[in-house]
């Protein structure tokens, strides 16, 4: 009886302690499910608002506003040897894989700018490059995701292997990669099918459509870059035709940001107003409108866009926190900072591109001009000074920079 007794208690005890771990399990569970419910609920609680004025006071310079971390000259020999960075992508190990659309090529260079190898490049065999017009990088399988548009995305790894093609039934200009889907925005006029961003699952299939862009109308060509930008919390896109960001997450596509440019935003749905291409054109060239966002970007508390207006590209940042803006307008080809456009990000900082090829006798006298007037910072001098002493036949130069506010 003693045996039984203590037996029950064992088996009581036993019991309350799995009892215990179960309700500390589950309670961990439902906690974890309701922190990500409840990001993904602020994430689209409301869409968040700002006015824009380009013709309010600018800053100065580039330098006013950008705190330059670390230049990183990329290495110019034969082998690698680029014409621009389409798209820049970093490894876990800070490596750079550099996709060069005009060229055909996607190379890794070192955290120094040092070439390590080829990993594609032009050429018509099955694991070559012909018409790739973007790659995305998935760093936890360390894979390429290479577009092209001949309805295939093809996949390598760092390490230069190729691993698969996949098939597609849509072609785009832009891709990037969200847990286990694909995004790929679509050239409506290729194929009527009516939609702009196509969500793909890994064997190709399309899973969902999203229509952003005006229906196509009889020679009437739509085609312009779209982008997309990778967050902690998913993945942002743009359109060429409004002044919307949307974010793509767990819980599908919503819109993220609004912008208004105030005089010199266009009147609403105003392309699905123009009738010929002709109008479109003058659209584009319009004095009067900010025709579209050419570069989005979100790094903390701060979003950058880059917008052109009146033949003139504008730097803008915001501070989500503060609603603080700062505009920069690069005034001509003669302005050193016009080349240091942002193009991706990378942790707590922006990274940006220079091209010796732009290079002028006038950039040098007017860069020695703003260091006479003190706007170049001591600290940077001499990287600068190694910039406008390149070659115009060198490879680019990444630019790593923080906002100094």
């Known amino acids: 009886m003693v045996f039984v007794s203590l037996l029950e208690n064992l088996e009581m005890s036993s019991l309350t302690t799995y009892l215990k ?11 974890s499910c309701q922190s990500k419910t409840n990001r993904e609920k602020n994430e689209f609680s ?30 110019t020999i034969p082998e690698a040897l680029i014409h621009s960075i389409s798209r820049l992508c970093i490894t876990d190990n800070d490596e750079l894989i550099v996709f060069d659309e005009r060229s055909q090529k ?31 990088y998935d760093n936890s399988k360390d894979y390429i995701y290479v577009l092209t548009q001949g309805k295939s995305i093809k996949i390598f790894n760092s390490k230069g292997e190729f691993v698969k093609r996949i098939k597609i039934d849509i072609y785009g200009t832009s891709i990037a990669n969200f847990e286990n889907l694909l995004l790929v925005h679509n050239i409506a006029e290729y194929d009527n099918m ?40 998913g993945v942002r896109y743009l359109t060429s035709f409004d002044y919307s960001i949307y974010s793509y ?50 790094m903390g508390d701060w979003i950058y866009l880059e917008v052109i207006f009146n033949h003139r590209t504008y730097s803008i940042y915001i501070n989500t926190k503060t609603k603080e803006i700062k505009k920069y307008m690069h005034k001509n080809l003669h302005d050193l900072f016009v080349q240091v456009a942002l193009r991706n990000i ?36 001499n990287e600068f000074k190694k910039i406008i002493a390149m070659k115009v036949d060198e490879n680019p130069v990444v630019i790593f920079s923080k906002p100094k506010f």
């Open 21 to 31: 771990s179960t309700l500390f399990f589950l309670v961990i569970v439902f906690v």
């Open 46 to 75: 409301e869409v968040e608002n700002y006015e824009i004025d380009l013709k309010s006071k600018n800053i100065n310079s580039l330098n006013d506003i950008l705190s330059f971390e670390k230049f990183v000259f990329l290495e």
């Open 106 to 136: 996607i190379i890794l260079f070192s955290n120094e700018g040092k070439f390590i190898r080829t990993i594609a490049k032009k050429g018509n065999g099955p694991h070559e490059l012909n018409i790739a017009s973007d790659i995305s």
């Open 194 to 233: 009516k939609h702009s961003l196509a969500v793909l699952d890994l064997d190709g299939e399309i899973k969902e459509k999203y229509l952003l862009l005006p229906e196509k109308k009889s020679n009437f060509n739509y085609q312009n870059r779209n982008n997309f930008v990778k967050t902690n919390s």
């Open 249 to 298: 997450s767990s819980q599908g596509l919503k819109t993220k940001y609004c912008f208004d440019f105030l005089s010199n935003s266009a009147p609403p749905n105003y392309v699905s107003t123009l009738n010929t291409q002709k109008e479109f054109n003058v659209f584009k060239e319009s004095l009067n409108y900010v025709h579209s966002i050419t570069t989005f970007l979100e």
């Open 346 to 381: 990378h942790g707590d900082r922006f990274i940006s591109a220079f091209y010796p090829y732009f290079i002028r006798s006038e950039v040098n006298y007017k860069f020695r001009l703003d260091y006479a007037k003190g706007k170049i910072d001591e600290s940077i001098i």
